[in-house]
DNA sequence: CAGTAACGCGTAACCACAAGTTAGA
DNA sequence: TTTCTAACTTGTGGTTACGCGTTAC
Protein backbone atom coordinates (compact mmCIF):
# COMPACT_ATOMS: atom_id res chain seq x y z
CA UNK A 1 0.00 0.00 0.00
CA UNK A 2 1.17 3.19 -0.89
CA UNK A 3 1.06 6.63 0.67
CA UNK A 4 -1.97 7.93 1.15
CA UNK A 5 -3.43 11.19 -0.48
CA UNK A 6 -2.38 14.32 1.74
CA UNK A 7 -5.92 15.98 1.19
CA UNK A 8 -7.91 13.21 1.49
CA UNK A 9 -5.83 10.77 3.67
CA UNK A 10 -8.32 7.99 2.29
CA UNK A 11 -7.40 6.86 -1.21
CA UNK A 12 -3.59 5.93 -1.97
CA UNK A 13 -1.77 8.59 -3.60
CA UNK A 14 -0.68 8.70 -7.20
CA UNK A 15 0.69 11.90 -8.30
CA UNK A 16 3.11 14.53 -6.36
CA UNK A 17 2.58 17.90 -6.80
CA UNK A 18 5.99 19.41 -6.62
CA UNK A 19 4.23 23.06 -5.89
CA UNK A 20 2.20 22.23 -2.89
CA UNK A 21 4.81 19.46 -2.18
CA UNK A 22 1.62 17.11 -1.61
CA UNK A 23 0.88 13.69 -2.47
CA UNK A 24 -2.43 13.20 -3.86
CA UNK A 25 -4.90 11.00 -5.41
CA UNK A 26 -6.22 11.64 -8.63
CA UNK A 27 -9.62 12.96 -7.31
CA UNK A 28 -8.25 15.55 -5.11
CA UNK A 29 -5.64 16.24 -7.64
CA UNK A 30 -8.83 17.29 -9.76
CA UNK A 31 -10.39 19.01 -6.65
CA UNK A 32 -7.23 20.50 -5.76
CA UNK A 33 -5.55 21.78 -8.89
CA UNK A 34 -8.98 22.99 -10.40
CA UNK A 35 -8.99 25.78 -7.72
CA UNK A 36 -7.83 28.79 -9.54
CA UNK A 37 -5.71 29.39 -12.11
CA UNK A 38 -2.41 29.54 -10.18
CA UNK A 39 -3.25 26.43 -9.39
CA UNK A 40 -3.40 24.91 -12.45
CA UNK A 41 -0.31 25.65 -13.39
CA UNK A 42 1.17 23.71 -10.54
CA UNK A 43 3.14 20.68 -12.05
CA UNK A 44 2.82 17.28 -11.00
CA UNK A 45 3.55 14.15 -11.97
CA UNK A 46 3.35 10.36 -10.88
CA UNK A 47 4.94 9.09 -7.43
CA UNK A 48 7.01 6.41 -7.72
CA UNK A 49 5.47 3.13 -6.97
CA UNK A 50 8.79 1.72 -5.32
CA UNK A 51 9.61 3.88 -2.76
CA UNK A 52 6.27 6.07 -2.32
CA UNK A 53 8.49 9.11 -1.72
CA UNK A 54 9.58 10.68 -4.72
CA UNK A 55 8.09 11.46 -8.00
CA UNK A 56 8.66 9.62 -10.94
CA UNK A 57 10.47 9.99 -13.48
CA UNK A 58 10.78 6.68 -16.03
CA UNK A 59 7.71 4.25 -16.25
CA UNK A 60 9.76 0.86 -17.06
CA UNK A 61 6.80 -1.08 -19.02
CA UNK A 62 8.70 -4.41 -18.11
CA UNK A 63 8.17 -4.41 -14.66
CA UNK A 64 5.12 -2.33 -15.23
CA UNK A 65 5.99 0.49 -12.69
CA UNK A 66 6.77 4.32 -12.19
CA UNK A 67 10.16 5.16 -10.37
CA UNK A 68 11.83 7.43 -9.60
CA UNK A 69 15.37 8.16 -10.48
CA UNK A 70 16.88 6.44 -7.67
CA UNK A 71 14.37 3.24 -7.87
CA UNK A 72 15.03 3.03 -11.67
CA UNK A 73 19.30 3.04 -10.47
CA UNK A 74 18.90 0.57 -7.84
CA UNK A 75 16.38 -1.46 -9.94
CA UNK A 76 18.54 -0.94 -13.54
CA UNK A 77 22.03 -1.35 -11.80
CA UNK A 78 23.05 -2.59 -14.79
CA UNK A 79 22.26 -6.23 -14.55
CA UNK A 80 21.52 -8.01 -17.91
CA UNK A 81 17.68 -8.70 -17.50
CA UNK A 82 16.89 -5.63 -15.90
CA UNK A 83 19.20 -3.32 -18.02
CA UNK A 84 17.15 -3.73 -21.00
CA UNK A 85 13.55 -2.85 -19.72
CA UNK A 86 11.78 -1.04 -22.08
CA UNK A 87 11.32 2.34 -20.22
CA UNK A 88 8.90 5.01 -20.85
CA UNK A 89 9.97 8.77 -20.06
CA UNK A 90 7.28 10.33 -17.04
CA UNK A 91 6.65 14.01 -18.13
CA UNK A 92 5.23 16.28 -15.72
CA UNK A 93 1.93 18.20 -16.25
CA UNK A 94 0.06 20.90 -15.06
CA UNK A 95 -3.38 22.11 -16.07
CA UNK A 96 -6.82 20.17 -14.74
CA UNK A 97 -6.72 17.21 -17.05
CA UNK A 98 -9.56 14.44 -16.98
CA UNK A 99 -8.78 11.10 -16.48
CA UNK A 100 -9.34 10.06 -19.72
CA UNK A 101 -6.62 12.96 -20.91
CA UNK A 102 -4.28 11.51 -18.20
CA UNK A 103 -4.74 8.02 -19.22
CA UNK A 104 -4.03 9.35 -22.93
CA UNK A 105 -0.59 10.98 -22.05
CA UNK A 106 0.13 8.10 -19.55
CA UNK A 107 -1.30 5.06 -21.25
CA UNK A 108 -0.26 2.96 -18.39
CA UNK A 109 -2.95 4.20 -16.18
CA UNK A 110 -5.63 1.68 -16.04
CA UNK A 111 -8.33 2.70 -13.35
CA UNK A 112 -8.85 6.46 -14.13
CA UNK A 113 -11.49 7.88 -11.47
CA UNK A 114 -14.94 6.26 -12.01
CA UNK A 115 -16.53 9.61 -12.43
CA UNK A 116 -14.27 11.84 -13.69
CA UNK A 117 -14.02 10.96 -17.47
CA UNK A 118 -16.70 13.31 -18.48
CA UNK A 119 -16.26 15.69 -15.82
CA UNK A 120 -13.75 18.66 -16.67
CA UNK A 121 -12.84 21.59 -14.33
CA UNK A 122 -14.74 24.18 -13.94
CA UNK A 123 -14.51 26.75 -16.74
CA UNK A 124 -13.75 23.95 -19.24
CA UNK A 125 -10.33 23.32 -17.93
CA UNK A 126 -9.92 19.92 -19.25
CA UNK A 127 -8.37 21.65 -22.66
CA UNK A 128 -5.10 19.93 -22.51
CA UNK A 129 -2.82 20.60 -25.09
CA UNK A 130 0.17 17.81 -24.60
CA UNK A 131 3.70 18.78 -25.80
CA UNK A 132 5.24 15.52 -24.71
CA UNK A 133 7.40 15.82 -27.29
CA UNK A 134 7.90 19.48 -27.03
CA UNK A 135 6.20 19.50 -30.55
CA UNK A 136 3.50 21.38 -30.22
CA UNK A 137 4.93 24.01 -27.22
CA UNK A 138 7.73 23.90 -29.49
CA UNK A 139 5.23 26.39 -31.49
CA UNK A 140 5.04 29.03 -28.60
CA UNK A 141 7.16 28.24 -26.19
CA UNK A 142 6.71 31.03 -23.73
CA UNK A 143 3.18 30.95 -24.91
CA UNK A 144 0.94 33.48 -26.59
CA UNK A 145 -1.66 31.03 -24.62
CA UNK A 146 0.71 30.95 -21.58
CA UNK A 147 -2.43 32.08 -19.61
CA UNK A 148 -4.69 30.19 -20.48
CA UNK A 149 -6.64 26.66 -19.37
CA UNK A 150 -4.11 24.72 -21.30
CA UNK A 151 -2.36 21.57 -19.81
CA UNK A 152 1.21 21.62 -20.64
CA UNK A 153 3.18 18.15 -20.45
CA UNK A 154 6.44 18.46 -21.65
CA UNK A 155 9.62 16.52 -21.09
CA UNK A 156 11.21 18.74 -23.92
CA UNK A 157 13.13 15.97 -25.40
CA UNK A 158 12.57 16.74 -28.92
CA UNK A 159 15.90 18.02 -30.25
CA UNK A 160 14.22 20.02 -33.10
CA UNK A 161 12.53 22.17 -30.35
CA UNK A 162 15.43 24.59 -29.66
CA UNK A 163 13.33 26.81 -26.83
CA UNK A 164 13.64 27.24 -22.94
CA UNK A 165 11.07 23.64 -23.05
CA UNK A 166 13.39 21.74 -24.70
CA UNK A 167 16.23 23.16 -22.80
CA UNK A 168 14.95 21.05 -20.50
CA UNK A 169 15.76 17.52 -20.97
CA UNK A 170 14.44 15.91 -17.97
CA UNK A 171 10.49 15.69 -16.91
CA UNK A 172 10.54 18.45 -15.28
CA UNK A 173 8.85 21.19 -17.10
CA UNK A 174 10.41 24.12 -14.68
CA UNK A 175 11.21 26.28 -17.76
CA UNK A 176 7.72 25.62 -19.03
CA UNK A 177 6.81 27.21 -15.11
CA UNK A 178 9.18 30.02 -15.60
CA UNK A 179 7.58 31.22 -18.52
CA UNK A 180 4.26 31.22 -16.99
CA UNK A 181 4.95 32.50 -13.46
CA UNK A 182 7.83 34.70 -13.56
CA UNK A 183 6.89 38.23 -14.23
CA UNK A 184 10.24 39.08 -14.91
CA UNK A 185 10.97 37.38 -18.50
CA UNK A 186 14.40 39.15 -18.80
CA UNK A 187 15.96 37.72 -15.58
CA UNK A 188 13.78 34.21 -16.59
CA UNK A 189 15.52 34.14 -19.81
CA UNK A 190 18.67 34.53 -17.26
CA UNK A 191 17.91 32.43 -15.31
CA UNK A 192 16.59 29.48 -17.62
CA UNK A 193 20.24 29.41 -19.30
CA UNK A 194 21.08 28.28 -15.46
CA UNK A 195 19.25 24.84 -15.83
CA UNK A 196 20.71 21.82 -16.25
CA UNK A 197 18.97 18.39 -16.97
CA UNK A 198 19.28 15.71 -13.97
CA UNK A 199 15.83 13.76 -14.62
CA UNK A 200 17.12 11.83 -17.92
CA UNK A 201 16.34 8.64 -18.80
CA UNK A 202 18.84 6.26 -17.67
CA UNK A 203 20.40 5.16 -21.35
CA UNK A 204 19.72 7.81 -23.54
CA UNK A 205 21.74 10.76 -21.91
CA UNK A 206 24.80 11.78 -23.50
CA UNK A 207 27.91 12.83 -21.80
CA UNK A 208 26.05 15.80 -19.41
CA UNK A 209 29.09 17.09 -18.31
CA UNK A 210 30.23 17.96 -21.32
CA UNK A 211 26.98 20.33 -21.99
CA UNK A 212 28.11 22.11 -18.33
CA UNK A 213 29.53 25.49 -19.13
CA UNK A 214 30.56 27.05 -15.88
CA UNK A 215 30.27 30.20 -17.61
CA UNK A 216 26.84 30.26 -17.45
CA UNK A 217 26.28 29.50 -14.24
CA UNK A 218 26.37 32.48 -12.33
CA UNK A 219 27.89 31.61 -9.00
CA UNK A 220 28.82 34.52 -6.97
CA UNK A 221 31.69 33.80 -4.76
CA UNK A 222 29.62 34.96 -2.15
CA UNK A 223 27.35 32.06 -3.50
CA UNK A 224 30.07 30.16 -3.78
CA UNK A 225 30.13 30.17 -0.08
CA UNK A 226 26.80 29.22 0.13
CA UNK A 227 26.49 26.80 -2.46
CA UNK A 228 29.55 24.48 -1.45
CA UNK A 229 29.42 25.77 2.68
CA UNK A 230 32.95 26.17 2.98
CA UNK A 231 34.86 29.60 3.64
CA UNK A 232 36.42 31.40 0.20
CA UNK A 233 39.90 30.02 1.99
CA UNK A 234 38.54 26.45 2.37
CA UNK A 235 37.27 26.72 -0.73
CA UNK A 236 40.26 27.48 -2.63
CA UNK A 237 41.93 24.67 -0.77
CA UNK A 238 39.24 22.66 -1.80
CA UNK A 239 39.57 23.21 -5.34
CA UNK A 240 43.82 23.02 -5.02
CA UNK A 241 42.80 19.58 -3.93
CA UNK A 242 40.67 18.80 -6.98
CA UNK A 243 37.92 19.22 -4.40
CA UNK A 244 35.64 21.10 -6.64
CA UNK A 245 35.94 17.66 -8.53
CA UNK A 246 34.69 16.46 -5.38
CA UNK A 247 32.08 18.66 -5.42
CA UNK A 248 30.69 17.16 -8.22
CA UNK A 249 31.47 13.26 -8.03
CA UNK A 250 28.60 10.74 -7.91
CA UNK A 251 27.31 11.40 -5.14
CA UNK A 252 26.46 14.63 -6.09
CA UNK A 253 25.06 17.18 -3.74
CA UNK A 254 23.20 20.13 -2.91
CA UNK A 255 23.23 23.05 -0.46
CA UNK A 256 20.87 25.43 0.47
CA UNK A 257 20.40 28.26 2.46
CA UNK A 258 17.17 28.72 4.30
CA UNK A 259 16.22 31.97 3.01
CA UNK A 260 13.04 32.09 1.13
CA UNK A 261 13.90 35.36 -0.83
CA UNK A 262 13.66 33.59 -3.79
CA UNK A 263 16.64 32.30 -5.70
CA UNK A 264 18.09 29.07 -6.92
CA UNK A 265 19.25 25.61 -5.78
CA UNK A 266 22.22 24.56 -7.01
CA UNK A 267 23.08 20.57 -6.96
CA UNK A 268 26.39 19.20 -8.46
CA UNK A 269 26.82 15.80 -9.54
CA UNK A 270 29.10 13.71 -12.02
CA UNK A 271 25.81 13.09 -14.08
CA UNK A 272 24.48 16.65 -14.37
CA UNK A 273 24.84 19.82 -12.10
CA UNK A 274 21.53 21.29 -12.32
CA UNK A 275 21.74 24.68 -10.96
CA UNK A 276 17.79 25.59 -10.82
CA UNK A 277 16.80 29.22 -9.88
CA UNK A 278 12.97 28.83 -8.69
CA UNK A 279 10.06 30.72 -9.46
CA UNK A 280 10.49 32.94 -6.57
CA UNK A 281 12.16 34.85 -9.27
CA UNK A 282 9.04 37.20 -8.41
CA UNK A 283 10.91 38.58 -5.88
CA UNK A 284 14.10 40.41 -7.96
CA UNK A 285 15.22 42.38 -5.14
CA UNK A 286 17.79 40.22 -5.45
CA UNK A 287 17.83 38.14 -8.18
CA UNK A 288 20.17 39.99 -10.23
CA UNK A 289 23.02 40.29 -7.88
CA UNK A 290 22.67 38.44 -4.88
CA UNK A 291 20.92 35.03 -6.03
CA UNK A 292 19.62 33.53 -2.55
CA UNK A 293 20.47 29.35 -2.36
CA UNK A 294 17.63 27.13 -2.12
CA UNK A 295 17.51 23.08 -2.25
CA UNK A 296 15.51 21.71 -4.79
CA UNK A 297 13.43 18.90 -3.55
CA UNK A 298 16.39 16.32 -2.96
CA UNK A 299 15.57 14.03 -0.71
CA UNK A 300 18.51 12.09 -0.52
CA UNK A 301 20.66 15.20 1.00
CA UNK A 302 21.04 13.96 4.38
CA UNK A 303 22.40 10.70 3.67
CA UNK A 304 24.53 12.64 1.11
CA UNK A 305 25.76 15.01 3.67
CA UNK A 306 26.41 12.46 6.39
CA UNK A 307 29.04 10.85 3.63
CA UNK A 308 30.65 14.42 3.25
CA UNK A 309 32.64 16.47 5.62
CA UNK A 310 31.42 19.33 4.47
CA UNK A 311 29.10 21.14 5.82
CA UNK A 312 26.73 23.06 3.94
CA UNK A 313 24.88 26.27 4.75
CA UNK A 314 21.37 25.76 6.42
CA UNK A 315 21.84 22.35 6.69
CA UNK A 316 23.24 21.53 9.37
CA UNK A 317 22.81 18.38 11.28
CA UNK A 318 20.59 20.30 13.60
CA UNK A 319 18.21 21.35 11.35
CA UNK A 320 15.03 19.92 11.48
CA UNK A 321 13.33 19.16 8.33
CA UNK A 322 11.08 21.40 8.86
CA UNK A 323 13.01 24.02 7.72
CA UNK A 324 13.17 23.03 4.82
CA UNK A 325 9.76 22.93 3.49
CA UNK A 326 10.01 26.54 1.48
CA UNK A 327 12.68 24.97 0.04
CA UNK A 328 11.00 22.48 -2.24
CA UNK A 329 11.10 19.62 -0.29
CA UNK A 330 9.24 18.66 2.44
CA UNK A 331 9.95 17.87 5.83
CA UNK A 332 8.59 14.09 4.97
CA UNK A 333 10.97 13.75 2.23
CA UNK A 334 13.89 15.08 3.98
CA UNK A 335 13.83 12.48 6.99
CA UNK A 336 14.28 9.32 6.83
CA UNK A 337 14.02 8.72 2.91
CA UNK A 338 16.05 6.94 0.60
CA UNK A 339 19.91 8.61 -1.02
CA UNK A 340 18.87 10.01 -4.02
CA UNK A 341 21.66 9.01 -6.53
CA UNK A 342 22.45 10.99 -10.03
CA UNK A 343 20.92 9.71 -13.26
CA UNK A 344 24.37 8.12 -14.54
CA UNK A 345 25.39 5.44 -12.75
CA UNK A 346 28.50 5.05 -13.75
CA UNK A 347 31.14 8.31 -14.13
CA UNK A 348 30.83 8.44 -17.96
CA UNK A 349 31.96 11.74 -18.34
CA UNK A 350 35.46 12.79 -18.91
CA UNK A 351 37.98 13.52 -16.49
CA UNK A 352 39.24 16.35 -19.76
CA UNK A 353 35.77 18.04 -19.37
CA UNK A 354 35.44 17.77 -16.18
CA UNK A 355 38.79 19.83 -15.60
CA UNK A 356 37.98 22.05 -18.56
CA UNK A 357 35.09 22.81 -16.16
CA UNK A 358 36.93 22.86 -13.26
CA UNK A 359 39.67 25.78 -14.65
CA UNK A 360 36.94 27.59 -16.51
CA UNK A 361 35.49 28.19 -13.06
CA UNK A 362 38.71 28.88 -11.39
CA UNK A 363 39.34 31.56 -14.17
CA UNK A 364 36.42 33.09 -13.64
CA UNK A 365 36.66 32.78 -9.53
CA UNK A 366 39.88 35.66 -10.49
CA UNK A 367 38.00 37.51 -12.30
CA UNK A 368 35.07 38.41 -10.15
CA UNK A 369 34.63 41.65 -8.79
CA UNK A 370 33.29 41.81 -5.06
CA UNK A 371 32.48 45.43 -5.61
CA UNK A 372 28.32 46.36 -4.64
CA UNK A 373 26.98 46.52 -7.68
CA UNK A 374 24.11 49.40 -8.22
CA UNK A 375 21.31 48.45 -10.48
CA UNK A 376 20.11 51.79 -10.66
CA UNK A 377 22.38 54.30 -11.93
CA UNK A 378 19.82 56.47 -11.65
CA UNK A 379 19.04 56.08 -8.06
CA UNK A 380 21.94 56.05 -7.21
CA UNK A 381 22.93 59.38 -8.08
CA UNK A 382 19.91 60.77 -6.54
CA UNK A 383 21.15 59.11 -3.42
CA UNK A 384 24.53 60.55 -3.65
CA UNK A 385 23.04 64.25 -3.47
CA UNK A 386 20.33 63.41 -1.23
CA UNK A 387 20.21 65.51 2.35
CA UNK A 388 20.94 63.40 5.22
CA UNK A 389 20.24 63.61 9.14
CA UNK A 390 22.11 60.90 10.93
CA UNK A 391 22.56 58.68 7.87
CA UNK A 392 18.73 59.54 6.94
CA UNK A 393 16.97 60.79 4.01
CA UNK A 394 15.31 64.11 5.06
CA UNK A 395 12.50 66.02 3.51
CA UNK A 396 13.21 68.60 0.76
CA UNK A 397 13.90 71.53 2.39
CA UNK A 398 14.40 70.07 6.23
CA UNK A 399 17.42 70.66 8.31
CA UNK A 400 19.89 68.39 7.86
CA UNK A 401 23.48 67.61 9.21
CA UNK A 402 24.95 66.03 6.40
CA UNK A 403 25.02 67.50 2.19
CA UNK A 404 26.88 65.30 0.01
CA UNK A 405 27.09 68.15 -1.85
CA UNK A 406 28.34 70.69 0.76
CA UNK A 407 29.62 69.18 3.81
CA UNK A 408 28.48 72.67 5.63
CA UNK A 409 25.58 71.42 8.12
CA UNK A 410 22.78 73.18 8.68
C1' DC B 1 37.46 28.25 36.54
C1' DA B 2 33.27 31.04 36.27
C1' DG B 3 31.12 35.41 35.77
C1' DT B 4 30.95 40.11 34.05
C1' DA B 5 32.19 44.17 31.45
C1' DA B 6 34.35 46.13 27.53
C1' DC B 7 35.31 45.96 22.90
C1' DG B 8 35.11 45.00 17.91
C1' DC B 9 32.68 43.44 14.04
C1' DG B 10 28.80 42.63 11.01
C1' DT B 11 24.37 43.86 9.65
C1' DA B 12 19.40 45.19 9.74
C1' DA B 13 16.76 49.22 10.00
C1' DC B 14 15.74 53.80 9.05
C1' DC B 15 14.74 57.76 6.18
C1' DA B 16 12.66 60.50 1.43
C1' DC B 17 11.59 60.29 -3.05
C1' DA B 18 12.11 59.38 -8.09
C1' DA B 19 11.22 55.79 -11.06
C1' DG B 20 8.85 51.84 -12.21
C1' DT B 21 4.77 48.81 -11.88
C1' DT B 22 0.03 47.60 -11.31
C1' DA B 23 -4.87 48.12 -11.09
C1' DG B 24 -8.91 50.32 -12.12
C1' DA B 25 -11.77 53.78 -14.48
C1' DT C 1 -9.00 47.75 -26.91
C1' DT C 2 -6.56 51.72 -25.67
C1' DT C 3 -5.53 55.54 -22.73
C1' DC C 4 -5.17 57.82 -18.51
C1' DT C 5 -4.70 58.22 -13.60
C1' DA C 6 -4.00 56.89 -8.98
C1' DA C 7 -2.01 53.83 -5.90
C1' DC C 8 1.54 50.97 -4.80
C1' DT C 9 6.37 49.12 -4.90
C1' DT C 10 11.27 49.38 -5.43
C1' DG C 11 15.90 50.94 -4.74
C1' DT C 12 19.40 54.08 -3.32
C1' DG C 13 23.48 55.50 0.75
C1' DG C 14 25.15 57.09 5.46
C1' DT C 15 24.37 56.46 10.10
C1' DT C 16 22.75 54.15 14.13
C1' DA C 17 21.34 50.42 17.03
C1' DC C 18 21.68 45.90 18.07
C1' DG C 19 23.36 41.17 18.49
C1' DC C 20 27.09 38.12 18.78
C1' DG C 21 31.72 36.57 19.68
C1' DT C 22 36.10 37.55 21.74
C1' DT C 23 39.08 39.40 25.20
C1' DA C 24 40.39 41.23 29.64
C1' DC C 25 39.73 41.47 34.40
Not at 33 to 61: D, F, G, M, W, Y
Not at 188 to 200: D, G, M, Q, V
Request: proline fraction near 5%; charged fraction near 25%; charge should be negative.
Amino acid sequence: MGRTCDYCGEQRSMVYCRSDLAFLCLSCDRNVHSANALSKRHSRTLVCERCNVQPACVRCIDEGASLCQNCNLVGHDGSAASSFHKQQSISYYSGCPSAAELSKIWSFILDPLPSSDNSTCPEGLGLLSISDSGAKNCEDPMGKDAGQDTMVVGDGSDPQCVDKTSFWSGPSSIPEFFSRECPDQFECAESSKLFYPTNRVQGIHDDPFADLDMDEVDINLENYDELFGVTLTHSEQLLENGGINSLFRRQGMSTTDSDDQGGFSVEGASAGIMVQVLPACSNAASADSMMSVKTEPNPGFAAKQAHSNLSFSGLTGDSSGGDYQDCGASAALLLGEPPWFPPCPDSSFQSTSRTEAVMRYKEKKKARKFEKRVRYASRKARADVRKRVKGRFVKAGEAYDYDPLNTRSY
